[in-house]
């Protein structure tokens, strides 16, 4: 096992000094030592931080593309592939032997309730899920990432490579109260739950880094709607986000800007560099545009009766659905009786599911009051509560 290959980048030389630089302000409650960037091999510098000391964890490692040639256009001209010595290995054993020992070292440094999301091709990502799974971590799910703007196939020997994968984990089965903000996401997908395929373009334009002579400063740099999504979906402002092969600092640039701490290790001082510049003219957002929206679960648990006991909704009024074809009224103890037939009595859950013939309700937005010719759910009745304990416990 080579596990100096650790960490993306050339070989090793006399640029590869052991250098720590801290990123600049701007990031809430997260101290200095988790808003940094390590240069050298990553295996050794994961061994040095703390234990159960990050919250997520981005990795995008070298893929072992095999690649025994150059790859040209019909034109004759050379495509600009990957040909880094980072990303050859002499054999798929080597690959595992170095696989292992990385997802090891990371998986140490993980909090308990802490993901990790690592992206692949099909030359390395099926391997990296076996291993994850002999480590003990949990698969949660597999993303496609499909490409907008995928590389054509210029041989015409094989489909167009056009999607890498993703595969989100936990550190292990019994890891039940990791971050996942299920409603926001939802909510910005137009109030559609946010599926596992995820269609984004390529890092292009004037996103994409470019050293000196025009070319590439970095050969697979990932865009940063790709890693904004991830740190929106798995982390909270004031996170740490861990990043062991940096690259070019796309993680540490989103995170910077999304309010969130980052540790980038980055074993070529070259790419550790540009990282470091790139993050430094990064602008992070304000507070409350990153600031995460309390989901409904962790929101404390108002039941019906409340609402009754409070004299929002008073015993002996009718509630009725959106479009008034279900009434139902209000009972004393906090129960509906189903109009028209006042056997069905129950929750506000159950009698909205009966009345419309379903297994199941959500009471709260079925059942609505109807005052002054006005029509509105008794979730909103619900928020006047909870704004109350929430008021009471200041």
């Given amino acids: 096992m080579r596990i100096a290959r650790a960490g993306r980048g050339g070989p090793k030389s006399q640029l590869q000094v052991r250098r720590t630089e801290t990123f600049k302000a701007g990031l809430p409650a997260v101290p200095a030592s988790f808003r940094q960037i390590l240069v050298g091999d990553c295996i050794e510098k994961l061994a040095r931080l703390p234990a159960e000391s990050v919250d997520l964890v981005f990795a995008d490692p070298p893929y072992n593309l095999q690649l025994e040639q150059s790859l040209s256009r019909p034109d004759q001209s050379l495509v600009d592939a990957v040909d880094e010595d980072w990303d050859k290995f002499s054999s798929f054993a080597e690959y595992d032997s170095f696989t292992r020992a990385w997802l090891s070292a990371v998986r140490r440094v993980m909090k308990e309730n802490a993901t990790i999301f690592v992206i692949g091709s099909y030359h390395n990502i099926f391997r990296v899920g076996a291993i994850l799974q002999d480590l003990g971590f949990w698969i949660l799910n597999d993303i496609i990432w499909r490409k907008a703007n995928p590389m054509p196939n210029f041989r015409g020997r094989r489909f167009t490579n056009a999607h890498e994968t993703l595969i989100w984990a936990a550190k292990s089965a019994s890891a039940k109260s990791y971050t996942f903000h299920y409603e926001a996401l939802k909510a910005g997908n137009e109030d559609c739950q946010m599926r596992s395929d995820w269609f984004l373009p390529l890092c292009t334009g004037a996103e994409r880094l470019k050293n000196k002579s025009g070319g590439k400063t970095h050969p697979t740099q990932k865009p940063e709607a790709l890693l904004s999504r991830v740190l929106l979906a798995a982390s909270n402002a004031g996170d740490v986000v861990l ?126 009051t109807e005052r002054a010719g006005a029509l509105a759910p008794i979730d909103v009745l619900r928020a006047t509560i909870r704004e109350s304990l929430k008021t009471a416990a200041e």
């Fill in 243 to 368: 990043d062991p092969f940096f690259g070019s600092g796309t993680t540490g640039a989103v995170a910077k800007r999304l309010g969130r701490g980052c540790i980038g290790i980055e074993r070529d001082a070259a790419y550790a560099a540009v990282a470091r510049a790139r993050i430094a003219a990064v602008a992070p957002l304000p507070e409350a545009a990153v600031a995460t929206a309390p989901s409904r679960r962790s929101q404390p648990r108002v039941a019906f009766a409340s609402v009754v006991e409070a004299g929002l909704v008073e015993a002996g009024e009718i509630l009725v659905d959106e479009r008034k074809r279900h009434r139902a009224l209000v009972r004393a103890d906090g129960t509906l009786a189903l109009a028209g037939s006042l056997s069905i009595v129950g929750s506000i859950h159950k009698v909205g599911a009966l009345a419309q013939g379903l297994p199941a309700c959500n009471g709260w937005t079925f059942w609505h």
